[in-house]
């Protein structure tokens, strides 16, 4: 059964920082690997899909790499700012069940003034 | 474009009784998802469709829930009687075709079971 973990639960950084969020998951049968970000009380917003083939894929200040022999992800956010505050979500793309998605518990960041 | 639009945002019921959420998915999106998200966790999926087909409703607690998707476009998923614990946020999503493409997310509808 794929198992999706992100690490750390929540982060807290000033204004300015560099950062990475982690994310890990049990099986490497995947279709892709996407980053969610959620907003409170809001849905999720795609930033990033990565295929299966594909190592990293870059948009704006993210960039989002996976290994998929080791089964993990990375979503690295350069020169960080408040508005970046929100909740992080990984998800894989499961190559024996039609895709079907499966999410993290997330990271949520608070980038402080 | 217009986004998936989902109604009604926020919903409030006493236990036992029946609720229903509607979603619209991105115009000429062949799949609709439901997810259901608890509080600090990811969203699961429920239920998804290719146009009107449900073809994936392993998770979807079928003696409660049911959905449907007249015509291959809008989506109603209703829960009959509601239970405390299925308090949660309900997702609908969105894709051009298939699960191996970016999935498109509406706002959610946030349902408290008293």
């Known amino acids: 059964k794929q ?3 992100q690490i750390p639960a929540a982060l807290s950084v000033p204004e300015g920082e560099n950062l990475v969020l982690n994310c890990s998951f049990t099986d490497s ?10 907003d409170p009380g809001k849905g999720l917003t795609s930033l990033l899909l990565i295929q299966s083939s594909q190592r990293e894929q870059t948009s704006g200040r993210l960039n989002a790499s996976l290994d ?3 089964g993990r992800s990375t979503l690295y956010i350069a020169a960080s700012q ?9 998800a894989v793309s499961i190559y024996n069940q039609g895709g079907k998605l499966i999410f993290g518990q997330g990271t949520e960041l608070s980038v402080k003034p | 474009e217009a986004g998936v639009v989902q109604s009604p945002r926020y919903k409030i019921i006493e236990k036992k009784q029946p609720v229903a959420f509607w979603c619209n998915p991105i115009s000429g999106h062949n799949t609709l998802y439901w997810y259901r998200q608890n509080l600090g966790q ?5 239920i998804r469709y290719e146009n009107e087909e449900a073809v994936d409703d392993s998770q979807l607690p079928k003696d409660r829930f049911s959905a449907e998707r007249l015509k291959g476009v809008d989506s109603t998923l209703k829960i009959q009687p509601a239970e405390l614990g299925d308090s949660a946020v ?3 999503a969105s894709s051009l075709q298939g699960s191996r493409e970016t999935q498109y997310f509406g706002p959610g509808t946030r349902l408290l079971v008293l």
């Not at chain 1, 049968?29 to 959620?38: H, M, P, S």
């Not at chain 1, 508005?83 to 990984?90: F, I």
Request: with cysteine.
């Open chain 2, 42 to 46: 990811g969203p699961e999926l429920l």
């Open chain 1, 3 to 5: 198992e999706v973990t």
């Open chain 1, 29 to 38: 049968a995947i279709y892709n690997l996407q980053w969610f970000r959620q």
């Open chain 1, 82 to 90: 408040p508005g970046d505050s929100a909740t992080y979500l990984c």
């Open chain 1, 68 to 70: 998929k022999s080791s």
């Open chain 2, 90 to 92: 309900y997702l609908c």
